[in-house]
């Protein structure tokens, strides 16, 4: 079974940086397109940035356009999420996520998406 792992996740000040990776674990995972998504304490999931398989084409919220970067080495499988010029908005648990899907678009929707890390948490202090 095939399991996503996140990382780097932490504490950090408003305006500092982070950037989390994702990588499988277990059995090799396909070139699938994958994304990132928080959820924000008491409130639902969302989207966050979504790439695709060839790491040509990405795609974000507006919450978070311009200050963070999604990115990919296929050869290894693994998603990074840079995220720069944190708010405190921006706390959540962070997941990343890939689709079954063999597929060169960058895909917003959740449901699209089969595997999913177990989340990692991102505080912004202010």
């Known amino acids: 079974q095939v399991q996503l792992v996140e990382s780097g996740g932490g504490l950090v000040q408003a305006g500092g940086s982070l950037r989390l990776s994702c990588a499988p674990s277990?059995?090799?995972?396909?070139?699938?397109?994958m994304g990132w998504f928080r959820q924000p304490p008491g409130k639902e999931r969302e989207f966050v940035a979504a790439?695709?398989?060839?790491?040509?084409?990405?795609a974000y919220a507006d919450s978070v356009k311009g200050r963070f970067t999604i990115s990919r080495q296929s050869a290894k499988n693994t998603e990074y999420l840079q995220m720069d010029s944190l708010k405190p908005e921006d706390t959540a648990v962070y997941y990343c996520?890939?689709?079954?899907?063999?597929?060169?678009?960058?895909?917003?929707?959740?449901?699209?998406?089969?595997?999913w890390g177990q989340g990692t948490q991102v505080t912004v202090s202010s």
């Open positions: 277990g059995r090799t995972l396909s070139t699938y397109a």
């Open positions: 790439i695709s398989r060839s790491g040509t084409n990405t």
């Open positions: 996520a890939a689709t079954g899907k063999l597929s060169d678009y960058a895909i917003r929707n959740s449901q699209d998406y089969v595997y």
